[in-house]
């Protein structure tokens, strides 16, 4: 009896090993993960960033193109633009002095700030054309490049 409980003890003892031995990761196992994963992030990660400020300027160019559109019925309804001082709120809410106007123009309640949360900049008349309307970019200063660049209605 006392030999089968040596062997019994020694055989939880050999398996209480192995179980230990699986229960978890090493360190080095982690850090091996942890450092494929920055590598992983180190490739990945710029284009990622490069499609988000190129989906941000191609919603900014929507936008304006939605505006466009609303201004156009604008003009259809009243028979001019919004002047400068009147700018694209007159797309949402009647300005002081317009008789025919059969808004609002936009869907929202107010006209929504660009992709970047600045305003978007209306001049009427613009360099030759009725109207325009610009993104000052990522920046919100005028001029710029890349993603600062600024995007226009013309």
């Known amino acids: ?3 089968w409980l040596q062997q019994h003890t020694a055989g939880q003892r050999r398996a209480t ?3 230990d031995r699986n229960a978890g990761f090493t360190l080095v196992e982690l850090l091996v993960v942890l450092v494929i994963l920055a590598l ?3 490739l990945v990660g710029p284009r990622v960033l490069s499609y988000l400020s190129s989906s941000r300027e191609r919603a900014a160019a929507l936008q304006i193109t939605s505006f466009k559109s609303a ?3 604008y003009f259809l309804d009243t028979g001019s633009y919004p ?3 009147q700018g694209l709120p007159a797309l949402v809410v009647q300005p002081a002095g317009v008789g025919v106007w059969a808004g609002p123009y936009l869907q929202q309640s107010e006209v929504p700030a660009d ?3 600045n305003p978007y900049r209306y001049v ?3 360099d030759g054309t009725p109207y325009t309307i610009t993104s000052l970019g990522a920046d919100g ?3 710029g490049s890349d993603s600062d660049a600024d995007i226009t209605s013309n």
């Open 1 to 3: 009896m006392k030999h």
């Open 17 to 19: 090993r192995k179980r």
């Open 40 to 42: 992983i992030m180190g």
């Open 71 to 73: 201004l156009d019925l």
């Open 83 to 85: 002047t400068t001082t």
């Open 115 to 117: 992709p970047w949360g």
């Open 124 to 126: 009427a008349p613009g």
């Open 141 to 143: 200063q005028p001029g």
